[in-house]
């Protein structure tokens, strides 16, 4: 069945720091991945997506590409700060409307 | 644009007993998807809903059941309350263009449910 694997948690940073969480996947077909994003005590929210290969996601300075050839959709920001502390997840949707995500990984930037 | 309403926010029930939870999607949502959330087990597929049907199941027992109604609006009922179901229980609605079932999920904030 699909699969998303992604880094264990938790992550700590300091503010300005580069930050990776690691994504893979395994899919029939050609899925279409996301990155979610939970704030405490909220539901999750769309962080950003990419629907085919090599597409890149983009939104508040995060960034993810799809890669079809490694399934991977590694979330990526340059520079984070104390507000992007959250737990995010990796996530696929199939054409058959089923999503799988991911375990979640919370991160946490200390200023 | 309102988005997804979940109701109740918080219950707490005993054992044995039985919870109805609402949700109402964003208008113009079709799909309806559930999910479990508990912080061991992660985030749990639970079913989704299109247009009143059943169109995927997760690996949960049947005391977990669900419906979606002509408006679009679901609930999930879940049977004989165990320990372990506490959980927060969280809704999503998504758009869906025919042919294509890949869109974004819209979330709710949860309903958290705790047995004792």
């Known amino acids: 069945g699909d699969s998303v694997t992604q880094m264990e948690g938790p992550v700590t940073l300091s503010e300005e720091a580069f930050l990776t969480i690691n994504c893979t996947y395994t899919?029939?077909?050609?899925?279409?991945l996301f990155w979610y994003v939970q704030y405490p005590g909220e539901g999750l929210q769309l962080l950003l997506k990419?629907?085919?290969?090599?597409d890149k996601g983009s939104n508040k300075g995060f960034e993810a590409t799809y890669r079809k050839e490694t399934t991977s959709f590694h979330l990526e920001k340059g520079s984070v700060q104390v507000s992007d502390s959250a737990v995010y997840f990796c996530?696929?949707?199939?054409?058959?409307?089923?999503?799988?995500f991911g375990d979640g990984t919370t991160l946490t930037v200390k200023p | 644009k309102a988005g997804v309403t979940q109701t109740p926010r918080y219950l707490i029930k005993t054992r044995g007993q039985q919870v109805t939870l609402s949700c109402s999607p964003i208008?113009?949502?079709?799909?309806v998807s559930w999910y479990q959330q508990t912080p061991g087990q992660g985030l749990q597929f639970l079913f989704e809903?299109?247009?009143?049907?059943?169109?995927n199941k997760g690996n949960f027992p049947g005391r977990f059941s669900g419906r979606q109604f002509s408006n679009s609006r679901s609930e999930m009922n879940v049977s004989t309350l165990e320990l372990g179901d506490s959980a927060l229980y969280l809704c999503?609605?998504?758009?869906?263009?025919?042919?294509?079932?890949?869109?974004?999920?819209?979330f709710g904030e949860g309903s958290r449910l705790t047995v004792l």
């Open positions: 809903y299109f247009s009143e049907t059943q169109r």
């Open positions: 208008s113009g949502h079709r799909s």
């Open positions: 990419a629907t085919k290969a090599d």
């Open positions: 999503a609605s998504s758009w869906v263009n025919p042919g294509q079932n890949t869109g974004e999920l819209f």
């Open positions: 899919a029939t077909g050609y899925p279409s």
């Open positions: 996530a696929l949707r199939t054409n058959a409307g089923k999503s799988t």
